[in-house]
Every structure is written in structure tokens, then in C-alpha cells.
DNA sequence: AATTGTTAGTGTAATATATACACTTACATG
DNA sequence: CATGTAAGTGTATATATTACACTAACAATT
């Protein structure tokens, strides 16, 4: 057994949210090569003495400004010459960034940073195509078998904000009464107790988590 | 921006079959330092040129002589300190060894190598304990929402025998009758038109999947 | 040849879950 | 006060899941 090859090892993270009733995606411009001025997933290489976990977070408060929000690792991409720099394996990470709090903080390195229609995204750098659509897939299934949708809503919503998350990421539309039903059902929301009037019509009752922050999986 | 700093990537993989009605584990008894003679998962250390999927495969060849057996990538692993001689973030897989094939081939490395009850583990070197009980876990629940379980069993296999792989792992016992109808209507399986004479009692009709090595998701 | 022990194999009724479907309510606007 | 818009609500049907007990086919024993 010879010496072991060394490695960089970075996260990149699919950072969703949804903005004006569309699934978008967080990326920034390349600032070096490879793939300089091309968009790419935010994320960077991991440090000395850091775990996986840190490493995504810090990546993605450094480049984009987003932090505190919902995180989970996605899987590990390892095809030699995904990286033309050669040795370089990624641990790629998916985020959910509530609808209320996606304006970009300018954080330092956060310039570059600019949210994408998922179904009108730019060319982009690596293998960052195929972490999305892995990405992508995860939240779609994630959707029926965990409330993770949440993450994307802010504190205080209706159930119509919610079923919108359903209909944009799954591209079905569920029957109103029936998606009600299951999601009261599941018994993870109260009542605020107020309304929000929204418009020229009847205002929605608000909703919260009853425990907010707590990704409950389902079945 | 500073150098990155290098890691070392290693694969270690969670390799289950069934022996004897129990669930076993795969373990290699490591023959240097760090944790000499400590049992660990198979794996080691990914090399220049070389994909994932690949060093998995290869590792698990190398060292248990397994070959040609159900891989799926299960996460990364790489808090600081997890390997102390620190910079080695680990990849780990599982794999499924069907029921008639985890004789141990004499592999050069392989020596080392022993099936082990889950039930009943040595100490581990490393964070593998953390990584089997994460295997487990995604085992235990892709039984219930993919055709796994037949990655565990010869080619050719009766219902019970299938219902045996269900029960031991998920530690309950389903009704006979509701697995059978629950198993046939998936519509994966085939009679093979023959009967297995097992002992002092009716003998089992036997069924081999309609296109094997097919993974279906279910639901 | 008959008896015993053992696992294979089978159906139906009850309950729970999921689906389909249409009208009334409460507001803002003109 | 008339109009337009999205919020909010219930029931009937279909589908899926669960509970449950006996007969069939063999080997071994007498």
C-alpha cells in the first residue's frame, strides 16, 4: 500500500428558495478560474480542523450572506475531472432559505451573489448541473415525506402560501379541501389567531409551526 | 483566500448480509496504526484517477474479495477528529452480499476480513459505529419504499424466505398473508415453477425477480 | 399404511386513508 | 351597493390497509 493521494475537499450548496411564485436558486459569479466569471453553486474548500457541516454553513454566510437557515447533506461528488484542477471531491449540501428573508445581505464576498429561476438557470461551472438536479429531486420527494416546506415559508403563513410551495416544486395542483385536511392532520400547526388581509377578498387565517424549526418525516 | 488545505478521501463501506437467520456486518481486523488490531468497516483511501463509486468497489474487492454486490453512496463523514491522525474525510457506502454468497473468498487482503452479527459488534475503530447505525437505519427504512430486500437473497427465492429478510430487519413480524399480497401486487416477481423441498413439510414455491438487479422505488 | 409434526399457501370482512367534487364567506374596489 | 377575488368548508366514493384461521403437502416415525 503506497502513500495516499491528497485532496481538496470543498461543500457546494443548492441553496432554494421561492420568490414571486417560483422555485429560485442561489449562485455565484466565479471571481477565479476554473470557470472564472461563470455561475457556479456557493461553496469553498474545507479547512483544517472543520467539520463538513461547518464548512457549508461558513461557505454559504461568506459568499452569499445566508445563515441560520435549513441545511442537510446532500451526497459526495467524486468523478475525476469534474474538477479540471484534478483532485478535488465535493460534499454537496442543499439549503432552504424562507420566502421572507432572500434579500441578499452584502456580505463581502456576496456581490456576486443573484437568485436564478430554477428552470431558466445559466450555464454553470463543474458538475454544479448534476448536484442541482440531485438537489432538486431530493426537495420534491422531501415535500411528501417530511415538512420540510416550512423552511421555505416564513414564521407566519396561510395555508395558501403553503400549498403554493406544493404546486410550484411539485408542478401538481392538489385539491384545495384534501391538502388542507392532510396538512391539519398532521398536527404540527396552530392558528396565530390572526388574519392577513391580502387583497380585495376574504383575509387568510395565519398559521405557525408548533414547533418551529423541527423537521418532522412523516409516514 | 489561502491554500486550500489537502485531505485524504477514504471510502469505508457498510457491507450486511443475511447468515443463518441474523443480520451480519462485514468487518477487517486493521493491521496497522492508528486502532491496530481493531476491527473497522472495510475501505481505504481514495486514489488520483478514481471516482467514488469506483474506490468503493475496489476497496471491497480488495479487502474482503466482495465483488459485484449492491453500492449505494450513504453520506460523508468528516469531523475533525474522527480519524486521529486528522485531514481524512470519509465517504461511506453500503452494500448488500446476497444470502448465498458471503463465503469469503481467500482474497490476498481478505484474510482479515469476518461477518460479524449486528446484534452483537466488537469495538470499532474510527466513527464506524456512527456510520453502521446511519447504514441500518437507511437499510431498515429502504425496505419499505424500494425493492431492496431482494439484494440480500439468491437469485431464486421463496416468500418466506423474503418475509424472513423483512422481519429480521425491522424486528416485527407482518402478517403472512397481507406480505404475500403486499409483495405480489409490487409485480416484480416471478414464479420460476419450481419448488424448493425445505424439510418435513409442504414445499415452497419459488420466485426470482422479473428483472433482477432492478432497484423499483415504491409508492 | 396410518399418524404426527411442520411449514406453505390461501380469502374475506372491517377499518382507515385518499380522492373527487361545489358552494358560501369576507373583504377591497369602483 | 354591485362586482370580483381568494378563503374557507363537508360529504360520498374508492382505494388501501389491517385483522384473522384453516387446509395442503411433505418427511419422519410408528
Redesign the interface.
Known sequence: ?SK???????TDIAVFTIRADVLNVLLIERASQPFKGNWALPG?????????DQ?AARELAEETGVRGVYLE?L??????GRDPR??V?S?AYFALVPADEHALLASTDAASARWFAFDDLPKLAFDHDKILQVAHARLKAKLDYSTIAFCLLPAEFTLSNLQMVYEIIKGETPDKRNFRKWVLALDVLEETGDRRVEGAHRPAMLYREKTPGTIKIIR
Open positions: 500500500m495516499p493521494a491528497s485532496f481538496h475537499v470543498a469553498g474548500f474545507l479547512n483544517e480542523n472543520e467539520g463538513l464548512c447533506q451526497g459526495s461528488f467524486g468523478d475525476p484534478g483532485g471531491v460534499v
